[in-house]
């Protein structure tokens, strides 16, 4: 069975940092290209970033551009999202997500809530 | 980039009704369209991915069709559990935008 689980969130100041991490298991993780997709209280899905599963191609939102950095770590199974220089407006449930046919996102983690306050 | 606009923002539906949602992108994107589901709390469900194709163990109710910028996601007859929030999404180009969402509620 799929699984995908993330960590990492939590409450931070503007201008900080925050490191996200999701947990791959029941699948072949290196096969698979990632997503991090995420949800402001109340509002609609915002797609964040893509990684291949080389790592060899890497998108991010213009929202993010510049401040998160997106990686994984085949050996580990595992997906990455390091945000700097947060922002009010950042705060969200952010999930990470497999990339499927066509570009599509099958299998999703449960999310982790990320909270920028002063 | 690429804008996603889904119509309409809710709508109101009794089970047993055939409900459509329409997705337009603002430039073509081919049949790289993808149909989430959302009930709150929970992460997205995928329903249809590539326009038309059914994912594995979404029932067949369940369809879509359209290709290049005008898209639609159909419900033959809607059942209790179907009340939820769908966002279609393009996977066309980065950024992979999301349609703003369709909230389908019980009338």
């Known amino acids: 069975e799929v699984q995908l689980v993330e960590s990492g969130g939590g409450l931070v100041q503007p201008g900080g940092s925050l490191r996200l991490s999701c947990a791959a298991s029941?699948?072949?993780?290196?096969?698979?290209?990632m997503n991090w997709v995420r949800q402001a209280p109340g509002k609609g899905l915002e797609w964040v970033s893509y990684?291949?599963?080389?790592?060899?191609?890497?998108y991010y939102a213009d929202s993010v551009k510049g401040r998160f950095t997106i990686s994984r770590d085949n050996a580990k199974n595992s997906l990455y999202l390091q945000m700097n220089s947060l922002r009010d407006e950042d705060t969200a449930v952010y999930y990470c997500?497999?990339?499927?046919?066509?570009?599509?996102?099958?299998?999703w983690g449960q999310g982790s809530l990320v909270t920028v306050s002063s | 980039d690429i804008q996603m606009t889904q119509s309409p923002s809710s709508l109101s539906a009794s089970v047993g009704d055939r409900v459509t949602i329409t997705c337009r992108a603002s430039?073509?994107?081919?049949?790289?369209l993808n149909w989430y589901q959302q009930k709150p709390g929970k992460a997205p469900k995928l329903l249809i991915y590539?326009?038309?194709n059914l994912q594995s163990g979404v029932p067949s109710r369940f369809s879509g069709s359209g290709s290049g910028t005008d898209f639609t996601l159909t419900i033959s007859s809607l059942q209790p559990e179907d009340f939820a929030t769908y966002y279609c999404?393009?996977?066309?180009?980065?950024?992979?935008?999301f349609g703003q969402g369709t909230k389908l509620e019980i009338k």
């Open positions: 029941g699948f072949t993780f290196s096969s698979y290209n």
């Open positions: 590539a326009a038309s």
């Open positions: 997500a497999t990339g499927g046919g066509y570009g599509s996102s099958p299998n």
């Open positions: 430039q073509s994107i081919s049949i790289f």
């Open positions: 999404q393009q996977s066309y180009s980065a950024p992979y935008t």
């Open positions: 990684i291949s599963s080389s790592s060899s191609a890497i």
